[in-house]
């Protein structure tokens, strides 16, 4: 990966901006400006922050437990520890560089974390100002090296998938199968699972959050698998459901009509066209239907160092997408009592199209 | 657990404050208040809220997806769903409510999304209040109920700590092991993991937070794990280090030293003491043998519903101890090139001392 390429595409920014310099705080943001891939143990709990100056080397400010970790992994910058905290060492290290205004991470900054820091910098004569969206802008077209890592995630992925679903009987509970399932991730070499799995079996897969339990998977009744792997940096995300057995007309008949709306998003998929536009264009055969009540999520969402990051499909999002980005195409239909069922691809945003990242046909045209 | 107590005592603060109503947002404080047990996926995505007013009713505000957990986990509540957002809602529903000044959780709100609410209030005529520890100063001490379930999963993690502990051998990997944690800690009924177990051999266990890899345990030489888990909503957490093979003298000496600390730690603990107290009191046992500079992070911090919360046994804690605070009392001794050391127990804060919560001595008094 070309940091020093991103690295100077967000100092360009800065300048013109007229700010000396922006403090990212976002994990994913970080690790895609330089590398660094220790993951923050929640917003309070920062694994470190980057200081990127208009001009010149980036500071990599983390605390002792990070160190070598960060001097591995980001040796191109300069790694400072805060032992007594983050606005400590600002105190110091803002002066010594000759900022006098600072940009910092609004949608990944604390409110109370914020008015400090506020205070911190008014006293030191620092201006700050908050930004947002200025490294997720750059994230939300892939580079070739990107699409790369992501199509090698996307492949590893499905080859655990296969892998479980060979081995899934009557006997299997659903915690026993996700457990196979982040066993095998882990042992054929991802850095972990992109999120916790989803496997969901008969009425429970109505809840399209489901938490695995120790209930066995019912016979001909929806079985509704949603995983994801983190492979050299990268997310990937698959959702698969199918029946144990014998599936029935109505499984067929939910199934098929689910099939059915995701290729239609899938065709709407362009550059240019709205993610409201794609959303709408797999909502639609399902609300023809008659169950436009039971599909209650987005169509998809962008996956890349984030599994859930821009753009949107939504009816919420009223900006075009562009070629690069890569999203989720994911519509369910969910009925209480029934279950639910969800397929879900990943594609790559192209000026006439899109290019479809998975291989795995398990249970899609039946 | 009971909501109710916890609730009314919520309300009771917020009508000392003169506030109509509070938004919890932050996971565990929302968990602890209702027993909806969703975890946000990154504070960008959280799972809901509560909106707790001064009198009647909660709401626990989330979306479809998660509609039916919260509804079986928190029948005391009103579940709302947001589907244009949570902003959206609170239009409605504060003047529904009645409310006009509001509390929101300023340790646990993006600065963007306070800005937007604080817009959205005043542009209804409803105040807005940041407000900090109001659930933490009511989780940090804990309740009977909450120690029962807190020693239950301790003794979980030592049951799978010694399953674990019984079968490595010299072709172990760090990966293999740490898999095996958690595989274990799932089939014996754990939530999940409380944190990534760290699995680390040799020269590697000098990083204190290091991410097990494909690299086998190797003989003679420290072998660190730091393993914890979720049972019943409530964590634990503990280290252990050891050498397969022979400990040589060095390995004796850096062991007894940190057991040595560890000891320290736990006799200062009792009500009245500061955190800084008993992290002095450790740290100055390493620091006297020569080892200061190599034990680079704090003493302990406390245990709960989250893995890391109040209070902290830290030198920048000068608050003191009460009767039902658990704290881990965890030392280490970190030398680059050879390895570290680190040792961790599990404490109940009381009046005149504490009471220690683990009961494996595996590798502590050599």
Redesign the interface.
Known sequence: MNYQRRIEKVQAALRRKKLDAILISQPANRRYLCGYS?AD?????SAGVLLVPSGGRVHLLT????Q??AEAEAPQTTVTLY???LLALLQDLLPDLGVRSLG?E???????F??RLIEKCAGLGVKTV?L?GLVEAMRIIKEDAELDRIRASVALNEQVFQEIYANITPESTE?EI??AI??CM??LGAE?PS??SIVATGGRS????A?PGPVRVLQDQPLMIDMGLILDGYCSDMTRTFALGKADARYLEIHRLVRKAQLAGIQAIRAGVTGRDVDRAARDVIAKAGYGQNF??ALGHGVGIA??EEPRLSA?NRKHLKSGMVVTVEPGIYI?GWGGIRLENMVVVREDGCEILNSDTTWLDL
């Open positions: 220790a143990h929640g917003i309070e709990e605390d002792f437990r990070f070598l970790q032992p007594k905290g910092f609004s949608d990944y900054t604390l409110h109370s914020a008015g908050p947002a915690i996700a457990i982040e066993t882990r042992r972990s999120f916790s109505a809840l399209p959050h938490v209650g999520h599994i859930h919420r209480p």
